[in-house]
C-alpha cells in the first residue's frame, strides 16, 4: 500500500515539477520578447494548484489507514472501509471503474479495522490485476445470515484469480474469521458481524 | 539542434497532465512529440511514424512498461528505449535492460538529466544506424563479385528480412 502511495506522491511531484519548469520556460520566453500564449500561464497555475490539492487528498487518506491501527478492535463501517480502499487503490495505474452500492451504507463490523482493511486492499489489487482493462466491478454488502456480513466484488468478466488468496492474505482472512469464496464473475467475502476471539483479545488488553 | 534535425520522439504516460507539460517543454527544445497515454496507442503510433527514442511510463493500464518496450524492440530494432517511472526498483531496472532498455530514470527526474539522455540515446541510435549501414554496404560489395545481378537483389532480399 505504501508503495501505491509513494508512487501517486512521486506522480504528482513530477507533474508540479515539469509545470514549474514549463512557466519557468515560459518567463525566458517572455524576457527574450517571444510571444506565448498567455492562456498558458493560467493552465499552468491552476495545474499546481490542483496537483498540491491532490497531494492533500492523498496525505488524508493516507492517515486514515494510519489510523486504522490506533484500535486493535473497534466497530467498522463497511462503506467507509471500501471507500477508502477505492481512494487508495485508485492510485494503481491498473484500476478499474468500481460502483459502491450504499444501500446498506450503515452495516458495520466488529473486527480489526486495520486488518480488515488489508484484506480488502488486497482483493481489490488482485482484482484489479486479474480484470481486463475496460472492466468494472460493482461492490455490494448485506447481512446473508445472523452474525455474517457478505461483501460481494462483482465484474462483467471472468478473471483468473487461481492464486488468490496468497498465503498472507488467507493467513489475514484467517484471523479475521473470513472467508473468500470465488466464481467466474463474483468474489465474495464473508465476515462474521463481531469477531468474537478479537473481542476478548481486546478486553484482555 | 536544429529545427531541420529534429528527435522524433515517442512520449508515452498514463498520466495526462504530466504528459501535457513534459510534452510543451520538450517542444521548446526542438524535439517532435507524438505524444500517447497507453501502451496499445504507443504500439499503433510507432506503425505509421518513424521514432528515434521513446520515453515510456512503467505502470499503465492495459499493456505496461515493460511489455511495451519487448513490443517496441522487437519491432523497431534501432528504437531507443527510456523507462520513466515512479515505480522503478533494482530489479525492474535489470529487467527493463536485459530487454534493451537504453537507460530507467525514475519519476521525478531533472528536466535537463532527460533531455541529455534523450539526445544520448538518440546519438547511440545513430551510431547502431550507422554501425549496420555499414556492415550493410560491405556485404553489397562482397555480393557483387560473382553474382548475377538476380542473385544479389536475392541476397539483399534474405538480409532485409533479417533486418526486420
Do not use: W
Not at chain 1, 144 to 166: E, G, K, Y
Not at chain 2, 65 to 79: A, I, M, N, P
Not at chain 2, 86 to 109: N, R, S
Not at chain 2, 111 to 123: H, M, P, S, W
Amino acid at each position: 500500500m505504501n508503495a501505491s502511495i509513494s508512487h501517486e506522491l512521486k506522480n504528482i511531484f513530477a507533474i508540479i515539477s515539469e509545470t514549474a519548469g514549463f512557466l519557468n520556460d515560459l518567463t525566458q520566453l517572455s524576457k527574450q520578447g517571444k510571444p506565448f500564449d498567455l492562456s498558458l500561464l493560467e493552465n499552468c497555475s491552476n495545474s499546481i494548484a490542483e496537483e498540491i490539492e491532490r497531494g492533500f487528498d492523498t496525505i488524508r487518506q493516507m492517515n486514515q489507514f494510519a489510523h486504522s491501527v490506533d484500535d486493535p478492535v473497534r466497530e467498522t463501517s463497511i462503506a467507509d472501509t471500501l471507500t477508502l480502499a477505492v481512494k487508495l487503490t485508485g492510485f494503481l495505474s491498473f484500476a478499474k471503474k468500481v460502483h459502491l452500492d450504499e444501500t446498506a451504507a450503515d452495516t458495520t463490523v466488529f473486527t480489526s479495522p486495520f486488518l480488515f482493511q488489508t484484506l480488502i486492499y488486497k482483493i481489490f489489487s488482485a482484482l484489479y490485476r486479474a480484470l481486463d482493462v475496460k472492466d468494472e466491478l460493482t461492490l455490494t454488502f448485506h447481512d446473508t445470515a445472523p452474525s455474517v456480513i457478505t461483501i460481494q466484488f462483482s465484474h462483467d468478466q471472468p478473471a483468473d484469480l487461481d492464486h488468490f488468496p496468497d498465503p498472507q492474505t488467507a493467513e489475514i482472512a484467517d484471523v479475521l474469521k473470513a472467508t473468500v469464496k470465488i466464481t467466474a464473475t463474483d468474489l465474495e467475502l464473508t465476515i462474521p458481524s463481531k469477531n468474537e476471539d478479537l473481542a476478548s483479545e481486546a478486553t484482555d488488553l | 539542434m536544429t529545427d531541420t534535425e529534429k528527435i522524433h520522439l515517442l512520449l508515452v504516460d498514463d498520466e495526462e497532465k504530466f504528459l501535457k507539460a513534459l510534452t510543451e517543454r520538450l517542444k521548446l527544445k526542438f524535439f517532435d512529440i507524438t505524444p500517447v497515454t497507453n501502451g496499445e496507442d504507443a504500439i499503433h503510433v510507432a506503425k505509421n511514424a518513424r521514432f528515434d527514442v521513446a520515453v515510456v511510463d512503467l505502470q499503465m493500464p492495459g499493456i505496461d512498461g515493460v511489455q511495451l518496450l519487448e513490443t517496441l524492440k522487437k519491432s523497431h530494432r534501432f528504437l531507443e528505449v527510456i523507462i520513466l517511472s515512479g515505480h522503478a526498483t533494482i530489479d525492474t531496472a535489470v529487467a527493463c535492460t536485459k530487454l534493451g532498455a537504453y537507460k530507467v530514470l525514475e519519476k521525478p527526474c531533472g528536466f535537463d538529466k532527460l533531455v541529455e539522455t534523450i539526445k544520448e540515446a538518440y546519438e547511440s541510435r545513430l551510431k547502431k544506424k550507422f554501425e549496420n549501414d555499414t556492415q550493410r554496404m560491405k556485404k553489397i560489395q562482397s555480393l557483387a563479385f560473382g553474382q548475377s545481378p538476380l542473385g544479389i537483389l536475392r541476397e539483399l532480399t534474405k538480409m532485409d528480412d533479417k533486418e526486420k
